[in-house]
């Protein structure tokens, strides 16, 4: 059986272009309705933030201070079976961000992860399918630290020592030495996290995976044939192995060239590159598919229905696809959804069809 958790009321200050801003909302469906450049994305952002602890669209907190002002902070309360929970997110520039629950501050924030499961779709996930690896790797991490704070803990422990090797190798450029001790200690260490990580990461993928394929056919009524793979140069040879067979190139290159901070996750659509094969609307039905997926495994394995955000939607699929998703998302899942557009008469028409308790809030 699913907990059902919804967010009651929101009050956001200083957050990136948002002075003040206090609202109640339903715990069905609530839209945000304006023209661009109101807030309306910063509104769902503040909304995410409060769920994951961080913002989506720029994770370097300082940076979504309000232009002229000295913090930011949003404050929310949350219902779960009947219990209210308030969590207040803030930082002052200068200063470590604070999350505070129910009055007390997190020992470290890592804790907050995975409580207040959110999932949410955006014009900026094209990023996925057009940028590097990185974006990729951090898509995947964050949704299996959402469902595993323990993963999240090793996932910080391995960037750490990572660090620390690097900086030895950086260090020999100078020295024209390298500490061969210290450096096997970090390699010991990295290789224990890695491993770790890269089960973890493969365990994760062949939950997806069915979920994907299943959402993506439901989506583009099966037209085509899309893959999801992980890869990892650990499916062959171990960490430990690979970073002796280069370490005179690690030396040369002065930074660690192999391990799980080079996986990568392929897209593809009928056996070739979705980034350069797949259409518009394919790639669209590609990212939704990742994010309804993403709800799905977080709900599964939390056993939690996530909060629903969906940024812009209507102005990146057309009308139909836009029904398909809405009726998908309300009739199999039903959690609280939001979602922002441009045009009331547009938002109104689809979400008073679903039967669910909804309100449109004017931006």
């Known amino acids: 059986m699913n907990t059902n958790m919804y967010l009651k009321k929101i009050a956001v200050v200083n957050y990136r272009n948002i002075s003040t801003k206090n609202l109640l909302f339903e715990s069905g469906i609530n839209c945000f309705v304006g023209n661009n450049g109101v807030g309306k994305t910063n509104l769902l952002d503040a909304i995410y933030h409060l769920?994951?602890?961080?913002?989506y669209f720029n994770p370097s907190a300082s940076q979504n201070i309000r232009h002229g002002e000295e913090f930011y902070m949003i404050e929310g309360l949350f219902e779960r079976e009947n219990r209210e929970e308030q969590i207040v997110c803030s930082i002052k520039k200068g200063q470590k961000k604070i999350i505070k629950c129910n009055g007390k501050n997190?020992?470290?924030?890592t804790e907050h992860i995975g409580k207040y499961p959110m999932v949410i779709i955006s014009p900026a996930d094209t990023d996925l399918i057009v940028d590097g690896s990185e974006v990729r790797r951090r898509f995947l991490d964050n949704v299996i630290s959402q469902s595993d704070t323990a993963y999240l803990d090793t996932l910080i422990r391995y960037n750490r020592v990572l660090l620390q090797r690097n900086t030895i190798l950086?260090?020999?450029?100078?020295?024209?030495?390298v500490d061969l001790l210290t450096l096997g200690i970090y390699d010991k260490q990295l290789a224990e996290l890695g491993q770790h990580i890269y089960q973890k990461r493969t365990q994760f993928m062949e939950a997806f995976l069915p979920v994907f394929q299943y959402q993506y056919e439901?989506?583009?009524?099966?037209?085509?044939?899309?893959?999801l793979s992980y890869e990892s140069?650990?499916?062959t040879t171990s960490l430990s192995e690979l970073l002796k067979q280069n370490l005179e190139k690690d030396r040369i290159l002065q930074y660690t060239s192999q391990g799980i901070h080079k996986d990568d996750l392929l897209f593809e659509i009928d056996g070739f590159s979705m980034?350069?094969?797949?259409?518009?609307?394919?790639?669209k039905s590609f990212l939704i598919a990742l994010k309804l997926?993403?709800?799905?495994?977080?709900k599964q394995q939390l056993r939690v229905t996530p909060i629903f955000l969906l940024d812009d939607i209507f102005d990146k699929?057309?009308?139909?696809?836009?029904?398909?998703?809405?009726?998908?998302?309300?009739?199999q899942h039903f959690g609280q959804l939001f979602i922002t557009d441009t045009h009331y008469d547009r938002t109104e028409s689809v979400v008073k069809k679903r039967g669910v308790p909804y309100q449109i809030f004017k931006i």
């Open 51 to 55: 769920g994951v602890g961080k913002s």
């Open 106 to 109: 997190y020992d470290r924030i």
């Open 170 to 177: 950086k260090q020999f450029a100078v020295n024209q030495y």
């Open 218 to 227: 439901y989506l583009s009524e099966g037209k085509e044939q899309v893959s």
């Open 233 to 235: 140069a650990l499916h």
């Open 275 to 283: 980034k350069k094969y797949g259409s518009q609307g394919q790639q």
């Open 293 to 298: 997926s993403q709800f799905e495994v977080i």
């Open 317 to 331: 699929l057309d009308d139909k696809r836009v029904e398909k998703l809405i009726s998908l998302v309300t009739q």
